[in-house]
């Protein structure tokens, strides 16, 4: 019986053979576009790098082995994943989706979907009766994030999937801020696992890349197909560079959640801040769901500076080892304000329903020394005036 490998194997090994040419133990980067045949119509492995490429084979391999699922996808983007997974409804379909997510996805939905004729419900998730009553004979997808991007709030993904199956509807679970690491949606029932590979799958903030997962044959085939038809693929070279981040994922990820909850700590209760959105904390409401459904709480926090814009914009300014930019999941610490950067997208209503308001700053903890990153946050205080 083959051994099932844990995690931290996978990261390493999975979709990763030495090369059968010259038994590189490094994948190689295979940069052709096409490949090759014998006869007409009769490609080998692969045939054009489009439908198929050596270097992004293995990535899709590792990263499906990753979540426990059967397929895996890559592509050139988080949003080219999610849109092509979109692509899979027509006129006429219906979403829920979660309430809080990445504004660039709430911008998908809401910009580009809406005006092809696929509308959107956004709901809390949290409260399982707003599931049910935005649930109509039309919807084809649920889809959310878990944590949310930037209020860390979780939803429950075992729960939401029997109500989701129940109704006959796939929930896909957009797995960017846990990482395959943290938590694994398959098991709990989702139906397809989204990521941008972009964050702490490559986690050196030098590839933009998504990534698609399921065990779903027939889903997997539509996929397939969408990826090619449309086209939104990684390079070569952007594959290998994520295999590469990959290998130390775990590790990473580990120590990226001890120092984030060691911050997270030190900041709650702190002059100036008005709440500490961590999952971590006791304090948090779905801490307990955290505990359950998450090995680790994450390293992406989001604090509620008792500050105005001025205020806010100071501390973020001030920040010397956090890096003021968007994205998140690299090695380095980086600090951003959702309301200005990530979320603007969002209408200003809605941002404030979700306590996206000016104070909110929103934390991406990275490798450097844990002390060194909290007297940065000290230091942007003081420089903010806010104590
Ligand atoms: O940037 P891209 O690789 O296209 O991924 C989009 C995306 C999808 N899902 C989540 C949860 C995300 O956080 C993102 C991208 N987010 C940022 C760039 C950000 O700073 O929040």
Known sequence: ????????????????????????VMQPIVLASTFAQDEPGKPTAFEYSRSGNPTRQALEACLAALEGGTHGFAFGSGSAAALTLLHTLKPGDHVVSGDDVYGGTFRLLDKVLKP??????????????QL???????????????????MLKLFDIQAIAERCRARGVPLAVDNTFASPVLQQPLALGAAVVMHSTTKYINGHSDVVGGALVTSDTALAERIGFLQNAIGAVPSPMDCYLVLRGIKTLPVRVRHQSASAAELARRLEGRRGVRRVNYPGLASHPDHALAQRQMSLPGAMLSVDLDADLD?????????????????????????????????????????????????????????????DLAADLEGAFRAAGLG
Request: proline content about 7%.
């Open 1 to 24: 019986m083959q051994q099932r490998l844990r995690p931290d194997t996978l990261a390493i090994h999975a979709g990763q053979e030495p090369d059968p040419t010259h038994r590189a």
């Open 116 to 129: 092809m004729g696929v509308t959107t419900s956004f709901v809390d998730l949290r409260d399982l009766s």
């Open 132 to 150: 049910d009553q935005a649930l109509r004979p039309e919807t084809r997808w649920v889809w959310m994030e878990t944590p949310t991007n930037p």
């Open 311 to 371: 205020a806010a914009r100071r501390f973020l300014s001030a920040l010397r080892i956090f890096t003021l930019a968007e994205s998140l999941g690299g090695v380095e610490s980086l600090a951003e304000h959702p309301a200005l950067m990530t979320h603007a997208s969002i209408p200003k209503e809605t941002r404030d329903a979700l306590g996206i308001g000016d104070g909110l700053v929103r934390l991406s903890v990275g490798l450097e020394d844990v002390e």
